[in-house]
């Protein structure tokens, strides 16, 4: 059983376009994260969602706008899409209510702007 | 500011012999401190975390980091390496003040494993 799930796992796309990310998690968790890892593997918070209630919202370009339905899905959609969009998408969970603190994450979504 | 050091970006060992990956922090107050691993085109996995007690915690595959209040650290060590340990390595950090759940990372340090 997957604990964290990302769709799709690829995005090729061309600059200008519209697109999303979905993430899902089955860990019961309240809390969801947005992550951005460049190419030099070095990782951004971008957004955070506590039952649905955004939290956390960092130097994030406008275009990019979070979307959580309920709490155990949390979607990213990218507007007019540039090339320096492209990075690997990380969507992770975390329970810190609850004294868990640990974050659990996706597999990540590639996405590739050309 | 709050930050995580990672000094190295990447660290060799020899198979069998003890390793350590180094992560310093500057944050205020008491954090809450993890480590993660992430294997090539995956996403990270929870390795360990000290949160409050005995400085010394262990996780999973082996793995044990100390927490050194007076230095800042939290060294991640293992006393064997494996080949399959090789991988990036992530310090992470969540100051205690952070009602909104935020965690700092390192910049990550690629741990190779030479057989």
């Known amino acids: 059983d997957t604990a964290v799930s990302q769709t799709p796992k690829y995005l090729v796309t061309q600059m200008g376009n519209d697109k999303s990310i979905k993430c899902e998690q089955n860990?019961?968790?309240?809390?969801m994260y947005w992550y951005k890892q460049d190419s030099k593997k070095f990782l951004k918070i971008m957004f955070s969602?506590?039952?649905?209630?955004?939290?956390i919202n960092e130097t994030v370009p406008n275009r990019f706008s979070p979307k959580s339905p309920d709490k155990a899905h949390l979607n990213l959609h990218i507007n007019s899409l540039e090339l320096g969009d492209s990075a690997v998408y990380f969507c992770?969970?975390?329970?810190?209510?609850?004294?868990?603190?640990?974050?659990?994450f996706g597999p990540g979504t590639r996405l590739t702007v050309t | 500011a709050q930050s995580v050091a990672q000094p190295e970006d990447q660290v060799n060992v020899a198979e069998g012999n003890p390793l350590t990956v180094k992560c310093t922090y500057s944050?205020?107050?008491?954090?809450?401190l993890f480590w993660y691993v992430q294997y090539p085109n995956r996403g990270l996995q929870f390795l360990l975390k000290y949160i409050t007690g005995d400085n010394l915690v262990k996780g999973s595959y082996g793995f044990e980091a100390e927490f050194n209040k007076s230095q800042t650290s939290f060294h991640l060590k293992k006393p064997s390496a494996l080949v399959s340990d090789s991988a990036l390595y992530f310090c992470?950090?969540?100051?205690?003040?952070?009602?909104?759940?935020?965690?700092?990372f390192g910049t990550g340090t690629r741990l190779k494993v030479l057989a």
């Open positions: 860990l019961g968790h309240d809390t």
């Open positions: 992470a950090v969540r100051p205690p003040t952070s009602g909104t759940y935020k965690y700092i």
């Open positions: 944050v205020s107050g008491n954090p809450y």
């Open positions: 992770a969970s975390s329970q810190p209510g609850q004294g868990a603190y640990e974050q659990y």
């Open positions: 969602y506590n039952n649905k209630e955004l939290i």
